[in-house]
């Protein structure tokens, strides 16, 4: 069955850099459109970055625009989230989603159809 995996979460002190990675497994990946999403206690769940099917459309959130850069790697079946600059309000489980109804690049989570399990992101100071 589909299967994504995240992983890169950590510690981080303010201004520092993680380096996520989101592995798929039982969808035709190469065909997907990917995103990133996070969610902080006692808020929902807010959008931060999407790539389309090629990586060649990328969308963020006016929040990690020029922070954060999502990528991906279809040989691979790997999605990528480099953040750059961390800010304690960035703290948060991260979330990597996949879309399969389309390829092209999506902020809407009701138009992502399978979920990873989460990656703490916890920036301090």
């Known amino acids: 069955q589909v299967q994504l995996v995240e992983s890169g979460g950590g510690l981080v002190q303010a201004g520092g850099s993680l380096r996520l990675s989101c592995a798929a497994s039982?969808?035709?990946?190469?065909?997907?459109?990917m995103g990133w999403f996070r969610q902080a206690p006692g808020k929902g769940r807010e959008f931060v970055a999407a790539?389309?099917?090629?990586?060649?459309?990328?969308f963020y959130s006016d929040s990690v625009l020029g922070r954060f850069t999502i990528s991906r790697d279809n040989a691979q079946n790997t999605v990528f989230l480099q953040m750059n600059s961390l800010k304690p309000v960035d703290t948060s489980v991260y979330y990597c989603?996949?879309?399969?109804?389309?390829?092209?690049?999506?902020?809407?989570?009701?138009?992502?159809?399978?979920w990873g399990q989460g990656t703490q992101v916890t920036v301090s100071s």
């Open positions: 989603a996949a879309a399969r109804r389309t390829g092209g690049v999506i902020s809407t989570p009701s138009l992502y159809d399978e």
């Open positions: 039982g969808l035709s990946f190469s065909s997907a459109a």
């Open positions: 790539i389309d099917w090629s990586g060649g459309l990328v």
